[in-house]
């Protein structure tokens, strides 16, 4: 594989959310970043896990986390 076309991304989590309110999703232990979600579409910021290891995602949209 060459170097040009490896993603630094070594997992990735897509979730949906068709409900018309906030959905809290549980996520895998560690550091996730959104890489989009209903706000915004090319971000990299870190997502933001609840104490028990949950994201909300906002109604009718849905969220990319990588790690």
Not at 3 to 28: G, H
Not at 29 to 43: Q, R
Not at 48 to 58: C, S
């Amino acid at each position: 594989t060459s170097k040009d076309t490896e993603s630094k991304w070594k997992e990735l989590f897509i979730v949906f959310n068709a409900s018309d309110k906030a959905e809290l999703v549980p996520v895998s232990d560690g550091s996730w970043f959104v890489l989009a979600d209903g706000m915004e579409t090319d971000c990299c910021k870190a997502a933001e896990i609840t104490a028990d290891g949950k994201v909300e995602v906002l109604p009718c949209s849905g969220m990319i986390l990588a790690r």
